[in-house]
């Protein structure tokens, strides 16, 4: 080692355990930095697109993959040929070698690994749902926050360029104050065998609204349809009523034949369609509306509504794959112990409105107050 490295590497510490000191030539001068250990836990539908992208981001390395099916631990040792694939989740969680652990697993495991990885002193970004009820995310928050860990939850869509032009709409007040939120997320998909339909797609539409509109709704309804007795929903209708006006409505759909992507926002002085099967144009924000004003109360006849035509526009969008900066932010926050955009507390909200949307489908379409759960 020439003598200037070595005299540079006695200016810095060990790395903690979870790191790897390595070094890189930055102009004249080397820096140092900690590479990030990372173990991705679940090989199957989403844990391939998860291993990639941090696979691939500078600043960490992908140490391990946990897969018990054979056949998803094989293709993953054959992509990553020097990184760990084991069918041991709790070797894992035990090396101290690994700082960061990325849960990918069936819904009604989340609480189950996330808990145990918090507990063995890892940063965690766990899939969505954080839980399957309120109590326990709450429960992992504050293991989260006793260990002095960064807890973060994979609401992709949060990361998107299209969600994220939306939001600096709302948050300039460029479309006013919303007024409705109209989403529909249907396709043949795929029949998840530990959760119905509102566990499985709700929370990418959640996450948007509690994002957009930063405040709990009131109450809410839904009603489903499942086949057989026993079965789970396949089919879904939310409604979440914020007070005052302001509704968002959710359908969502595990048995169609057509695939749609498609969420309506409209503001009081501009309404936003997001579409996001489209390649080119995502999002297309139209300044049309409409104007109500009310003269007699005691008629209806004396209410007025003046529409409003205007143009469209369709905003230029970052079009980096979302995952890939959602993995790059998590990294930073576990670097610089941050908190994450979509964190535990976000997640929370996340799961009190599926949690309620469940309970009003168990009690045939009754209103459920947020407050309750």
Known sequence: MAPEIQELFLLFPPAPQGYNSVWTEKGTSPVIFNMINV???????????????????????LAAVCETNPARAEKAARLYPGVRVTADCGAVMADPDISAVVVSTPVSTHYELVREALAAGKDVLAGKPLARTAAEARELIGLAERNGRVLAVDHTYLYTGAVRRIAQLTDSGDLGGIMYIDSVRVNLGIFQPDVNVIYDLAPHDIS???????????????LGAARGGRGFEYLAYLHLDYGGGLAAHFHLNWLSPIKIRRTLIAGSRKMVVYDDMEQSEKVKVYDRGVTIKEGDLDSIYNTYVDYRTGDM????????????????HFIDCVRNRSRPDSDGLSAL?????????????????DKIRIGAI
């Open 39 to 61: 173990a991705v836990v679940g090989y199957g539908y989403w844990g391939p697109n998860l291993a990639r992208n941090f696979n691939a981001l500078d600043g960490c390395r």
């Open 208 to 222: 948007i609204a509690c994002r957009l509109l930063d405040r709990d709704p009131e109450t809410v309804r839904a």
């Open 313 to 328: 526009d369709a905003p230029k969008l970052d079009t980096r794959e979302a995952l890939a900066v959602e993995a790059e």
């Open 349 to 365: 909200r996340v799961v009190r409105i599926i949690e309620a949307a469940q309970l009003s489908i168990d009690r045939n379409g």
